[in-house]
């Protein structure tokens, strides 16, 4: 038999729809540039974090390897999601909320978030959409596009303090709505979502039909301990809205135990569609490894190491003010660890001449972003992680002062 070894491999056409991930575009935009080899460089585009892992991960992790031997389960053992049901209830103050049917664990946000939209959308209604909000993590587009529905980006703007205005998207694009992905606290603002906010949300879930997921894996970098983010379970609660009807919460331990290597995370909210999204993963390969589950145990059940991973984070944030705000106007973030900063040029040859200039990598507003109702709001922002070490980002804030002074 002969094969015509010319003939082309037959692919998914949806993969054509999605666009580079932000960091293919960075290095494409850094191609060529040449860093000043006197300063070390310092790398706030990556929203990676890198303070120290805490050791009851690293004891549990150790002690669990036994767990290596056996096929896990595809939701997580029942100790896994009883640890996680019982943080959600002390962190967001729900009385009610059952490990058996209301959590399970993911293999961290991204997976989730992605699989989460494949299990749930339908793809035969051509013309179904998704609400992602704008600027925003790229998984929301990219699960949207492979599960045949099209991205309804939401600007976020200035002018309602990168907030969501519900009221801006119009009635007939409700009617073809079938997810709506929220990040609060937001990548790459720190926005809060408000109670106002969320009911707004639900009410119009109730009217259309369509599911929440609202993406949470920011929510342990704030930096006030008497005032936590409000999260998407507990404003149902607080709503009475029981049972938590057409929302599914994603959480994750990458930013809150600096773990993202782990790939970590949970599922939480109405029980029909996790019901339905453990029997996409089934099929779909997601189970958490037995030594990964007890480390995520151990670490769902310890508060010590987060309180001190915010002290550190509201350290940086506060240093990064003082230093840099005299020249670039900043505004602290509610939460997280990025700065969301207006630059005086394009964002873009902001970046190039930083990175060239001061050996600063920060990531340009317009890679988070799509144009999208006559404005692309990523233009002339650019994002900055204060991930590194509080002395790295104390250097880093002081490179990008002298360069803002340098340009005058």
């Known amino acids: 038999m002969i094969y015509d070894v010319k003939s082309p491999v037959r692919l998914n056409p949806k993969l054509q729809l999605l666009d580079l ?32 892992i805490p050791q009851c991960i690293r004891d549990a992790l150790s002690s669990g390897l036994d767990g290596l031997a056996r096929y896990p389960s595809t939701i997580g053992s029942d100790s896994l999601r009883q640890a996680i049901a019982d943080w959600l209830k002390r962190r967001h103050h729900i009385a009610l909320i059952s490990p058996a ?25 051509r013309d179904g959409l998704v609400v992602c909000p704008n600027p925003f993590y790229p998984i929301y587009e990219g699960a949207a596009l492979l599960a045949g529905l099209r991205p309804y980006f939401m600007n976020l703007l200035p002018t309602t303090r990168f907030h969501f205005d519900w009221d801006t998207v119009p009635e007939a694009v409700w009617r ?10 937001s990548n790459p603002s720190g926005a809060v979502m408000t109670l ?20 949470e894996c920011y929510t342990e970098i704030y930096f ?10 507990a404003a149902a609660a607080q709503l009475g809205r029981h049972g938590f009807p057409r929302l599914v919460v994603l959480g994750s331990l990458s930013k809150r135990s600096n773990v993202p290597g782990m790939r970590s995370g949970f599922a ?35 508060e010590a190491h987060v309180r001190e991973n915010r002290r550190w984070y509201r350290e940086k944030v506060d240093l990064f003010y003082d230093i840099v705000n005299p020249v670039l106007p900043l505004e ?3 939460a997280s660890f ?13 970046a190039v001449r930083l990175r060239q200039e001061m050996n600063v990598t920060v990531l340009p507003g317009r890679l988070l972003a799509r144009d999208a109702h006559g404005t692309n709001p990523g233009e002339r922002y650019v994002r900055i992680a204060l991930v590194p070490s509080v002395g790295e980002s104390t250097e880093a804030a002081q490179r990008i002062r002298r360069f803002v002074e340098k340009m005058g």
Not at 198 to 215: E, K, N, P, T, V
């Open 21 to 52: 991930y932000p960091l293919e575009k960075l290095d494409r935009l850094f191609k060529g540039v040449v860093p000043s080899s006197r300063l070390k460089p310092i790398d706030l585009s990556v929203g990676e974090p890198k303070h120290s």
């Open 101 to 125: 049917t209301e959590v399970i664990a993911t293999l961290g946000n991204r997976e989730a978030l992605f699989s989460l939209a494949q299990a749930v959308l339908d793809g035969s209604r």
């Open 176 to 185: 073809r709505v079938q997810l709506v992905f929220t990040c609060s606290p």
């Open 196 to 215: 106002d906010e969320w009911r707004q949300l639900f009410a119009l879930s109730d009217q259309y039909g369509f599911i929440i997921a609202s993406d």
């Open 224 to 233: 006030d301990e008497a005032d936590p983010p409000l999260g998407a379970l």
């Open 268 to 302: 939480a909210g109405d029980a029909s569609i996790l019901r339905e999204f453990t029997r996409y993963r089934l099929y779909h390969g997601s189970a958490m490894g037995g030594a990964i589950q007890a480390a995520s145990e151990a670490a769902w059940k310890d």
């Open 332 to 334: 602290k973030p509610e």
């Open 338 to 350: 990025y700065y969301w900063v207006a630059t005086p040029m394009d964002d873009r040859d902001f």
